[in-house]
């Protein structure tokens, strides 16, 4: 069995030892990340966009992905946080004037120096992971994070658009860096939500008020005609009723009249009259009485001797 001068085993092949994990080549991962898509593992090519979480895409897969979920089969796992394309930013890339297509990406050439399709505007550095690079969510321009350091600025040097530190997102950035991203994204969604039930709400309430004054406002003009119709059967009323006698007549003469004419003589008769006519109308029998005559034949006693015993009498 050995050990008997035919051979000879070395420790190894004796004793077990514990497997070393293995580690994936970084070179090959930051070709894969960088060079290309997320989705598609094609090369990257105009339009690029990327996600929340800083990974990049080619806009035609993300579109493949939307309209199929089963047109790649790890779609779910990688960009299951996408459901439309308002989840993705269009990446306004500078192009790098040495790349060439013989010089593209390639795993197997990876050593002999790879020439990346896009630099940062600033440095000119090739966005090929070796440094680090971002992109502003306002307006999707992408820099190095060291060019965007030299140049201070809260406006895009590119393209003038505002930002904030909290706009400004790492691309493909470390598994630590990916969970605070993660995070974010949820705090950005919840208050999305809230907003969206917010604004429902007070669109319900604008429109019960608009019903409300719809309503009340058709209840209004009905208001003025059954009012209008009222009054004009008020005005019948009164149009067909008799007209009184009126007591006193104002009876007025020109002012070139005179006094002693003739007219103002006529004008007095005719006012008397009619207020003897009137009074007479207005009183009562027993007010009448008062007032007429009467035919009485009996001679009265004068005041002398009335109340008194008269022998003469």
């Given at each position: 069995?050995?050990?008997?001068?035919?051979?000879?085993?070395?420790?190894?092949?004796?004793?077990?030892?514990?497997?070393?994990?293995?580690?994936?080549?970084?070179?090959?991962?930051?070709?894969?990340?960088?060079f290309y898509c997320a989705l598609s593992k094609k090369l990257l090519q105009d339009p690029v966009v990327a996600c929340a979480l800083g990974k990049l895409?080619?806009?035609?897969?993300?579109?493949?992905?939307?309209?199929?979920?089963?047109?790649?089969?790890?779609?779910?796992?990688?960009?299951?946080?996408?459901?439309?394309?308002?989840?993705?930013?269009?990446?306004?890339?500078?192009?790098?004037?040495?790349?060439?297509?013989?010089?593209?990406?390639?795993?197997?050439?990876?050593?002999?120096?790879?020439?990346?399709?896009?630099?940062?505007?600033?440095?000119?550095?090739?966005?090929?992971?070796?440094?680090?690079?971002?992109?502003?969510?306002?307006?999707?321009?992408?820099?190095?994070?060291?060019?965007?350091?030299?140049?201070p600025s809260s406006t895009c040097i590119q393209c003038g658009k505002p930002f904030k530190q909290d706009d400004i997102i790492t691309l493909n950035p470390s598994p630590a860096e990916q969970e605070k991203l993660k995070i974010a994204l949820e705090e950005r969604k919840t208050k999305a939500k809230e907003k969206k039930k917010k604004n429902k709400t007070i669109t319900k309430q604008d429109s019960s008020e608009d019903m409300i004054a719809e309503s009340s406002s058709s209840t209004a003009p009905n208001k003025k005609r059954k009012r209008e119709n009222n009054n004009e059967e008020d005005s019948k009323q009164s149009s067909s009723k008799k007209p009184l006698v009126k007591s006193e007549v104002n009876v007025t003469t020109n002012s070139g009249i005179g006094g002693n004419s003739v007219a103002?003589?006529?004008?007095?008769?005719?006012?008397?009259?009619?207020?003897?006519?009137?009074?007479?109308?207005?009183?009562?029998?027993?007010?009448?009485?008062?007032?007429?005559?009467?035919?009485?034949?009996?001679?009265?006693?004068?005041?002398?001797?009335?109340?008194?015993?008269?022998?003469?009498?």
């Open positions: 069995m050995g050990n008997d001068g035919g051979s000879i085993p070395k420790r190894i092949e004796l004793v077990k030892e514990k497997k070393k994990e293995v580690r994936p080549d970084q070179n090959a991962m930051k070709i894969a990340t960088w895409y080619n806009k035609d897969a993300i579109i493949e992905y939307l309209l199929n979920k089963n047109a790649y089969g790890d779609g779910d796992k990688i960009c299951s946080h996408i459901s439309n394309l308002k989840d993705v930013k269009p990446l306004k890339l500078a192009a790098n004037p040495a790349f060439k297509e013989t010089t593209g990406a390639s795993i197997a050439h990876f050593d002999q120096g790879m020439v990346s399709r896009f630099v940062c505007p600033i440095t000119l550095k090739e966005m090929n992971g070796k440094l680090k690079f971002v992109y502003l969510n306002t307006c999707g321009c992408v820099f190095s994070e060291q060019g965007l350091k030299e140049v103002a003589v006529v004008n007095q008769k005719v006012q008397e009259h009619l207020v003897n006519t009137s009074a007479k109308t207005k009183q009562s029998k027993a007010i009448q009485s008062i007032y007429s005559k009467k035919k009485d034949d009996t001679v009265t006693e004068s005041y002398l001797v009335r109340g008194t015993f008269n022998r003469y009498a």
